[in-house]
């Protein structure tokens, strides 16, 4: 329950963040792209267990983050 709540947290905090400042158009695709490629990572390297949630999409925006800090590190 406390990964489902910190989840849910990360989603609301960052998400609607970056859904601000990129607009949903940009955050969408990348949300939902991570999410699969996320699942599919972890099916390849855990082929005996069943795992699914938003964790890989929230490791996406991360990316999303430290990319545009890497990209503005100047101002």
């Known amino acids: 329950i406390i990964h489902l709540i910190m989840n849910l947290l990360m989603q609301l905090r960052v998400g609607v963040g970056l859904e ?17 490629f996320g699942n599919i990572v972890s099916s390849i390297f855990f082929p005996t267990q069943i795992q699914v949630g938003a964790s890989g999409a929230l490791f996406g925006f991360m990316g999303v983050l430290v990319s545009d800090l890497i990209q503005n590190w100047s101002t």
């Not at 601000?20 to 699969?36: C, D, E």
């Open 20 to 36: 601000k400042q990129f607009g949903a158009l940009r955050i969408a695709p990348i949300y939902v792209m991570s999410g699969i």
